[in-house]
């Protein structure tokens, strides 16, 4: 029997799997394939580490490198430190002997941040919106906020000192071992890394953000912001770059209350309160000083006489430099233009927002797309064209800040990087308190990203464009690369062209206006950008997207969308019992899975149950049976049975497989005959407070319970066969 992998995550997604799980099995029996899961939870990676958990991820790792690798990926936690502290006691308080996080910081370090990513994208990346999603949003399009041409909102970048501007890059001629050394000012050296392994073609890069001029420049908006009385917003990637952008973060906060840290600096900084960990980890760490109160008072009085600051939850008071993961840049920078550049102030009320995000590496794509719309609106999701990306990330490329090659620099001196014959193939003076970066980015998976680049530009037929900036070390090597690599391929009759990132979104955000559909192919983080600022602008939502990873060793991944609003779902399943995930990308990853087992594995019911599934999807979107926000509304498991039972109508009336057709009859008559009892009972069992047994580590019994509370529906998908 054939094998589809089925990866138990967190949040949101995890609580839609023990709904749809059971779906996703009875069908696939059908089809003579079993559907295992892997748990790669921040929960299971936690235990993992102590002996508690078999280890899924590395199996998962080395299965992604073979050809049989079938893999269904649901969003997971990156996790920030916040959140990895918020797991461990949980999981303690279920009886696991677990040490603290500050006991044990080496092995929790292998939980925290993008962990998941790396191991499985064994393969590049084909994001895109499925066409029956496209029509459906033209046809029933989201809200956009307005824009005015007088908007104050603005980005806010380093024009000098960040990551763009100091990056410097190489290309390594032949298999070596490399080093990382910081020589300090008085000769000594500290080995930063040794024994980097890398191979012939692999392109290195090093760079650094200076210290002072990411605290001037930061200053220099906390002023702007007060002046132009606009929202002050930060946006970084804390969980993915989970090194690099928890310092930045810090500086943010001590830059906002810079009052405050010039009088009790001292004090803060003894407790392990720098800011890194965000205002709230400060709040609660207050209550444990002396003067904590009077420290509080001080913080209260800076926010009352700053800048506005803007709101994750205006509600709760929970601030945009309160938990470092709660401003994701590649999920609020898009929400943001589409609420017309507004975001939410402590009044409850949109406001103008200054957003900083300090590294200039990419913050011209959100701006460039700012400048449009104030020029010209907002866009029309009735007309706009689509955007899918190709995007570089086989095999850890580009895997900035989330691994072991950043640091905080401890004394002033000199970063090198040095080959095995001592020769320094990049250098960087530094000071105490920069930080420094490099990463990696192998010859193969580059070859195989311009290879997709090349196949989807001639199966779409649509205008292709490699998002490089010649102005950086790393992608001038890579613009030399792709022109070297494109001679490979025909590529008569495309339109193929390399372009900045700033020129790139110009020119795509034009023809997007102008109903043109454009590829985006991008290295790793801008990706992960675009692949949400394009289809929240587009769709509403990213979880929207189809994402296929062929995987270079002939397997398949397929990713189901972006789960940034997990949290708040949980939230609202633990106080109504109403789950308003929406599984549209698990229902598209899931078809491209059988596709893929069709094709790899010569299996023909594969296919006709990838062809019923996609016909169901549609008649879902179609008939309004997504979730809805509302309690007492179709939520999740709501949205399941109408997918399940379209599925068994489609499979029932399909031509191509007698056998399954004949087998789907009878289930489809008895979908049809009880939907009217359990579409009824799914929204009956809403409106009140749910006990999950737990946030990080669920209780199985409880949120089975709870996401498949109707026996007459459970009947029905056990009686497929």
């Known amino acids: 029997m054939s094998k589809i992998i089925w990866t138990r995550t967190d949040e949101a997604p995890l609580l839609a799997t023990y709904s749809f799980k059971p779906i996703v099995e009875a069908f696939a029996s059908t089809a003579d394939i079993d559907v295992e899961t892997r748990d790669i939870s921040l929960a299971a990676r936690i235990l993992a580490q102590f002996g508690h958990h078999e280890d899924a991820l590395t199996e998962l790792g080395k299965l992604a490198k073979t050809p049989d690798a079938n893999i269904i990926k649901l969003p997971n936690i990156s ?58 949003a033209k046809k029933n399009p989201h809200s956009m906020g307005e824009w005015s041409a007088d908007s104050k909102t603005d980005v806010a970048t380093m024009d000098s000192g960040d990551f763009r501007h100091n990056e410097k890059s190489v290309v390594i001629p032949s298999e070596d071992s490399l080093s990382i050394v910081l020589v300090k000012s008085d000769g000594s050296e500290d080995a930063l890394k040794e024994g980097l392994k890398v191979q012939a073609g692999e392109v290195i890069d090093g760079t650094y953000m200076s210290a002072k001029a990411l605290d001037e420049f930061l200053l220099e908006q906390v002023k702007r912001a007060k002046d132009e009385g606009v929202l002050f917003s930060a946006h970084m990637k804390a969980t993915m770059m989970k090194v690099s952008d928890p310092i930045i973060f810090g500086h943010i906060v001590r830059a906002f209350f810079a009052d405050v840290y010039e009088q009790y600096g001292s004090e803060l900084e003894a407790a392990g309160l720098n800011g890194e960990n965000g205002l709230g980890a400060i ?64 009044d409850d009320q949109t406001q103008d927002t200054l957003a900083v995000i300090p590294d200039s590496s990419y913050a011209g794509v959100f701006q460039a797309t700012i400048e449009d719309c104030k020029a010209n609106g907002a866009f029309d999701p009735t007309t706009m064209g689509t955007v899918p990306n190709v995007g570089l990330m086989a095999q850890k490329a580009e895997e900035y800040g989330s691994h072991d090659k950043t640091f905080k620099i401890a004394a002033d001196g000199k970063v090198e990087v040095r080959n095995s014959a001592g020769d320094v193939l990049i250098e960087h003076d530094v000071e105490a308190g920069d930080i420094w970066r490099a990463c990696q980015t192998k010859d193969a998976p580059i070859q195989d990203w311009v290879k997709l680049a090349v196949n989807r530009a001639r199966l779409s037929g649509m205008k292709t464009i490699f998002w490089l900036d010649p102005e950086r070390g790393h992608d001038a090597n890579l613009i030399e690369l792709v022109e070297k ?87 609202q399943v633990e106080e109504e019992n109403h789950l308003r995930w929406d599984s549209l990308g698990e229902f598209l990853a899931l078809a491209e899975s059988f596709r893929h087992e069709a094709n790899n594995n010569g299996n023909a019911k594969a296919g006709v149950l990838a062809d019923a599934l996609e016909t169901a999807t549609e008649k879902l979107l179609d008939e309004g049976k997504s979730p809805s926000r509302k309690v007492g509304e179709i939520d999740n498991r ?56 737990g946030y990080y580590y669920p209780n199985d019994e409880k949120t089975s319970a709870a996401m498949r509370p109707v026996e007459k529906l459970n009947e029905l998908i056990a009686s497929i066969k």
């Not at 308080?93 to 910081?105: H, K, N, Q, S, V």
């Not at 790139?504 to 206006?513: G, I, N, P, Q």
């Not at 602008?537 to 940034?564: I, N, R, Y």
């Not at 359990?678 to 069992?685: E, R």
């Open 79 to 136: 996790a920030s430190v916040v959140q990895l502290k918020a797991a461990i006691k949980e999981l303690q308080a279920a009886g696991y002997d677990l040490p603290e996080y500050e006991d044990a910081t080496d092995k929790y370090g292998v939980a925290q941040g993008s962990a998941v990513n790396p191991v499985l994208r064994e393969g590049n990346s084909d994001r895109r919106a499925p066409k029956a999603v496209k029509n459906f």
């Open 283 to 346: 709040y609660e760490g207050l209550k444990d000083l002396p003067n904590g109160d009077e420290i509080k008072a001080a913080f209260d009085k800076a926010m009352a006489e700053g800048p506005a600051l803007a709101q994750v939850n205006s509600h709760k008071g929970i601030t945009n430099l309160h938990v470092p993961s709660d401003v994701i840049i590649d999920a609020s920078m898009p929400a943001m233009i589409r609420a017309g550049g507004k975001m939410w102030n402590k």
């Open 485 to 571: 690599y494109l001679k490979d391929h025909d590529t008569e009759g495309l339109d193929l062209s390399i372009m900045s990132p700033v020129e790139a979104t110009k020119v795509t955000v034009e023809r997007m206006r102008a109903g043109e559909d454009t590829i985006s192919v991008t290295g790793n983080v801008l990706r992960d950008y675009n692949t949400d600022l394009f289809p929240i602008l587009e769709l509403g939502t990213s979880a929207k997207m189809l994402s296929v990873v062929p995987l270079m060793a002939g397997g398949g991944l397929f990713e189901t969308g972006a789960g940034g609003s997990a949290p708040k779902h949980v939230q």
């Open 638 to 693: 709501g949205s399941h049975f109408f997918l399940a039972a379209y599925w068994a109508e489609a499979l029932a009336e399909q031509t191509e497989n007698a056998e399954l057709a004949e087998a789907f009859k009878s289930v489809a008559a008895d979908f049809a005959e009880n939907a009217e009892e359990i579409n009824q009972a799914l929204l009956d069992v809403q409106g009140s407070a749910v006990d999950l047994g």
